[in-house]
């Protein structure tokens, strides 16, 4: 498996608080794929475990329908429990190469690397399939979160040999200018789970790297 040939387009993100409950989430999600979205982060920081191997296992059977990577957030032992792709994690101390320890060599382990290009340097050498950067626009999710200017994928592509993600307030209108800086995956949660029609939002992202 060729990862980085996988690890392009549409990369959506669940959010608790716009799918609140999980016939509400597939339904969303399969949307999402409907209209071309490549790969999907299921991201849950407070439900119980339990129901997060319910909602994760289900999520899984919609990404194999549809071809598409199914990444967990931060819980390899999710990720374990239910043979997700891979596994989204933050930028801490070896852990990185635990979760490549845990899920083996053929696991797509990505890495948040905020807006630092020596952090993704060495989230790469530790073993980072892919790397991701942002904010890069006011986000809804995270208003907090450090920004960073679009330059820095202009630096990453130069930099780093595995594919680079953008995140944070990313819509239609404001994708463009990080795709033409040839950003390998926009990841995005309020402007694709937050409107009615799913599958036309889907769409529209995907056509973008048409």
């Known amino acids: ?27 969303a999600v399969e949307n999402a794929l409907k209209g071309g979205m490549r790969i999907l982060q299921y991201r849950d920081k407070n439900r119980p475990f339990e129901q997060q191997i ?29 043979a997700a792709d891979g596994v989204h994690i933050g930028r801490e101390d070896d852990a990185i190469k635990n979760a490549r320890a845990q899920l083996g060599a053929q696991a797509i382990i990505g890495c948040s690397c905020y807006n630092s290009i020596p952090m993704a340097q060495q989230a790469v050498i530790d073993g980072a399939d892919y ?10 999710t995270k208003p907090e979160a450090d920004s960073a200017e679009i330059s820095l994928i202009t630096q990453a592509k130069q930099r780093l040999k595995v594919p680079v993600c953008a995140i944070g307030g990313i819509t239609t209108e404001n994708a463009p200018i990080l795709i033409r800086q040839s950003v390998d995956m926009i990841a995005v949660i309020h402007d694709l789970f937050s409107v009615n029609d799913v599958e036309k939002k889907a769409f529209k992202f995907s056509a973008l790297f048409a």
């Open 1 to 27: 498996m060729n990862k980085s040939n996988l690890l392009k387009g549409l990369y959506g993100i669940t959010d608790a608080n716009l799918l609140p409950d999980q016939p509400l989430m597939l339904k």
């Open 131 to 140: 790397v991701a950067f942002g904010r890069f626009f006011n986000s809804n």
């Open 54 to 82: 319910l909602q994760a296992k289900a999520l899984k059977v919609l990404c194999v329908k549809y071809n598409a990577l199914f990444i967990i957030n931060d819980s390899v032992a999710l990720a374990m429990e239910v």
